[in-house]
């Protein structure tokens, strides 16, 4: 009896040792891999990005997931706003296996007003959205994303980015789908001289020019 509970105590005691050795191993993978590279990423951006900047993005032909964000000081488009969080919007792309077609679905992580393909007005988009890579062809979806929406559902400071998708033949001559994201607006703009701790700008304007605000009408 005593030699089976001292046999037991040394496979807990292996187990234990496997999985601090196994948590060990990703700690270190993430300081001398994962790390450095976000932070290469964030320091390679210092300003905010500006109206008609754009972002293409190519799934692998190997690939059947692939993941797209948009952030604050990280992601693959990274806004430098302080109303933004990190991974503010979450687009997830699954690729058909035999077809050039994607389903997206994205998840909002803060406030998002969205007009979808052949949509007239914006409306306060839902945890998730759904939309078909078909419904992207020549057609455009619209996102407004701010820190709040006001109690009506506008948005009174705001980055809109547009989505759209378009084929194009690949280097072996394979016709593929590119997504492209558009800074489209920036309302009112950004107030470059108020950085904060995180190295984030405010939304702000010079105070010498005037501007009239107009909304798009908001469906609840």
Same mark, same amino acid.
């Given at each position: 009896m005593f030699a089976i509970i001292i046999q037991n105590s040394a496979l807990y005691l292996l187990g234990f040792i496997f999985l601090i050795s196994i948590a060990g191993i990703l700690?270190?993978?993430?300081?001398?891999?994962?790390?450095?590279?976000?932070?290469?990423?964030?320091? /390679?951006? &210092?300003?905010?990005?500006?109206?008609?900047?754009?972002?293409?993005?190519?799934?692998? &032909?190997? &690939?059947?997931?692939?993941?797209?964000?948009?952030?604050?000081?990280?992601?693959?488009?990274?806004?430098?706003?302080?109303?933004?969080? /990190?991974?503010?919007?979450?687009?997830?792309?699954?690729?058909?296996?035999?077809? /050039?077609?994607?389903?997206?679905?994205?998840k909002r992580e803060g406030a998002v007003l969205i007009k979808p393909p052949r949509m007239n007005i914006f409306s306060k988009m839902p945890a998730t959205e759904k939309i078909e890579s078909h419904e992207l062809i020549g057609k455009s979806a619209f996102f407004r994303i701010s820190d709040k929406v006001?109690?009506?559902?506008?948005?009174?400071?705001?980055? /809109?980015?547009?989505?759209?998708a378009k084929f194009f033949f690949d280097k072996i001559g394979s016709e593929r789908l590119k997504f492209i994201f558009v800074i489209n607006k920036i309302h009112p703009g950004f107030n470059l001289k108020n950085k904060n701790s995180k190295d984030l700008f405010s939304f702000g304007k010079d105070p010498s020019i005037k501007e009239t605000v107009e909304f798009d009408a908001v469906e609840d």
């Open positions: 700690l270190v993978l993430y300081n001398q891999i994962f790390k450095p590279y976000i932070d290469l990423k964030v320091s /390679e951006i &210092e300003t905010p990005p500006n109206t008609g900047d754009e972002f293409v993005f190519v799934m692998s &032909e190997l &690939e059947r997931f692939a993941t797209y964000t948009v952030g604050a000081n990280t992601g693959d488009i990274i806004t430098k706003c302080a109303a933004i969080s /990190e991974g503010h919007l979450n687009f997830q792309f699954k690729k058909d296996p035999k077809h /050039e077609n994607y389903q997206i679905s994205i006001t109690k009506d559902g506008r948005m009174i400071d705001y980055i /809109e980015i547009s989505l759209t």
